[in-house]
T-cell receptor
Framework: NAGVTQTPKFQVLKTGQSMTLQCAQDMNHEYMSWYRQDPGMGLRLIHYSVGAGITDQGEVPNGYNVSRSTTEDFPLRLLSAAPSQTSVYFC??????????????FGQGTRLTVV | TQLLEQSPQFLSIQEGENLTVYCNSSSVFSSLQWYRQEPGEGPVLLVTVVTGGEVKKLKRLTFQFGDARKDSSLHITAAQPGDTGLYLCAVTSGTYKYIFGTGTRLKVLA
């Protein structure tokens, strides 16, 4: 069981470069989200999707784009990387929103450094 | 402003001690989840609480949902080094947003 797979695990970017963080899940979950984790800040929601073709902004969306063309994939794009985007990024998926469906399954994270 | 405030932010205790961490909000939630995250890994679900006043036990961990469903606590009895990690609470905000608290980083010393 693969669950949620994120690639790459580590990445170093120069300021101004662009890149895409990949996320794929094989659990047929409708809900997918991207979070960033900084020291002392817990997990902050960047963007989320409630199904293919439907995305919305979270708490800290600036500087990031997403799209959801299939149920399985939810890539996160950084168009012009900035040092403030240095963080650990987690992708998560959930089956639904009811109390029996809220468990979030996470990938192992992508550690991004922007220099 | 964080929707979910957790306290304390950091906690370092000796093996065998008891501890309680808190998750507080001014909003009412239909359910609340607790996760534990170990270094280099994503968070893993520990428990979901749904009913105001509900108490759930998971071995040495006791979770309580506040009567008004605005807050929750996690109590660990006789902490062990294996309990070391980042403890996060999480709720659904609005219809779809899934929000995490600020986290409590626990270190249990042998």
């Amino acid at each position: 069981n693969a669950g949620v797979t994120q690639t790459p695990k580590f990445q170093v970017l120069k300021t101004g470069q662009s890149m895409t963080l990949q996320c794929a899940q094989d659990m047929n979950h409708e809900y997918m989200s991207w979070y960033r984790q900084d020291p002392g800040m817990g997990l902050r929601l960047i963007h989320y999707s409630v199904g293919a073709g439907i995305t919305d902004q979270g708490e800290v969306p600036n500087g990031y784009n997403v799209s959801r063309s299939t149920t399985e994939d939810f890539p996160l794009r950084l168009l012009s990387a900035a040092p403030s985007q240095t963080s650990v990024y987690f992708c998560a998926s959930r089956r639904g929103t009811g109390s029996g469906n809220t468990e979030a399954f996470f990938g192992q994270g992508t550690r991004l450094t922007v220099v | 402003t964080q929707l979910l405030e957790q306290s304390p932010q950091f906690l370092s205790i000796q093996e065998g001690e008891n501890l309680t961490v808190y998750c507080n909000s001014s909003s009412v939630f239909s359910s609340l989840q607790w996760y534990r995250q170990e270094p280099g890994e994503g968070p893993v679900l520990l428990v979901t609480v749904v009913t105001g006043g509900e108490v759930k036990k998971l071995k040495r961990l006791t979770f309580q949902f506040g009567d008004a469903r605005k807050d929750s606590s996690l109590h660990i009895t006789a902490a062990q080094p294996g309990d070391t990690g980042l403890y996060l609470c999480a709720v659904t905000s609005g219809t779809y947003k899934y929000i995490f608290g600020t986290g409590t980083r626990l270190k249990v010393l042998a």
